[in-house]
């Protein structure tokens, strides 16, 4: 992607940083963040001269000014934390739900060719008929995955009532470089590593067995730019479509650190599911291939970054 004015909500967090870390060379980009969880850290560029930083919060900025002159949203901005959705929903709904809604109304007044929305599989909940399929019920059990669902829906209708083209990414558990280890996400991982680092045993909930879907954040980048290339209006599932053990993913983070600590077993939480797997046949529909034979090299540069970090 090049010579394109880009925006992109939520740019200094996790996600959001790597995708304006890969864009910023060849097009001019916004970034819009409150800074709440994000840090302008990390950027790789935070002075480059494509840059537009706005320090300002969504629900209050006025977007039909930021949206002005932009080809492309990469829309992350959010309350990306279930437990605070869940003490504060009304807030969430604000955050999630109203500055999506206004955004979408100025990026239609401004003819924004596309938008990219980061959605969750958080929206399935308590849907358990795995592989899940973007066609399968939803089933949200929190705010913030109820948000993400009326997102888009809200996507939806702007497409039908305006012509607002857009894809939202159902993203699985993602990891990578710049992770918030406090992140409930994946938060498997930075767990694991910072534990092993401080030589300490790093805890497991119920057996192991259990098994999830990663994705690499790298990947999660190359799905934004895929599905802002393509013509697909619609859902797609982010994920490998392959399932991993906690016990496996454990093994691969001690030999990666070299250690031979033992994980401790704690009694499984409650609410917790034992399998999330996605079904991955819409990426085509973004043209969009990953390879997840590279899990251990990227699991294996992660635990490097938390090296140098931590
Ligand atoms: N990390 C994951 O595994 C994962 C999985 C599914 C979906 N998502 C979604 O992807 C997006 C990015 O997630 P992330 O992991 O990078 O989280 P993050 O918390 O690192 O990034 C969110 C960014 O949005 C900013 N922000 C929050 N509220 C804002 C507001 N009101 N105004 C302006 N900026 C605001 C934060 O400061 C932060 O920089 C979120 O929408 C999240 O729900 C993430």
Known sequence: M??????????????GSHIADTLINDNEVTIVDNLSTGNIKNLKYPNHENLNFIEADICNTDLNDVTSGIDYIF??????????????????????????????????????????????????????????????????????????????????????????????????????????????????????????????????????????????????????ISACKSNFNGVVNVASGEKLTVNRLYEIVKNTLGSNLEPKYLPERPGDIKHSLADVGNMEKINLKINSGNFEKQLSDTVNWFKTTL
């Open 75 to 224: 829309h992350l901005a959010a309350m990306a934390s279930v437990p605070l959705s869940v003490e504060n929903p009304i807030k969430c709904n604000e955050v999630n739900v109203d500055a999506t809604v206004k955004l979408l109304k100025s990026a239609v007044d401004n003819d924004v060719r596309k938008i990219i929305f980061s959605s969750s599989s958080a929206v399935y909940g308590e849907n358990r008929n795995m592989p899940l399929k973007e066609t399968e019920p939803l089933m949200p059990t929190s705010p913030y995955a109820a948000s993400k669902a009326s997102c888009e829906v809200y996507l939806k209708s702007f497409f039908e009532s305006y012509g607002l083209n857009y894809t939202a990414l159902r993203y699985f558990n993602v990891f990578g470089p710049k992770q918030d280890k406090n992140s409930q996400y994946a938060a498997v991982i930075p767990n694991f590593i910072s534990a092993l680092l401080e030589g300490k045993q790093a805890e497991i909930y119920g057996d192991g067995e259990q098994t999830r879907d990663f994705i690499y954040v790298g990947d999660i980048v190359k799905a934004n």
């Open 2 to 15: 090049k010579n394109k004015n880009i925006l992109i909500t939520g740019g200094a967090g996790f996600i």
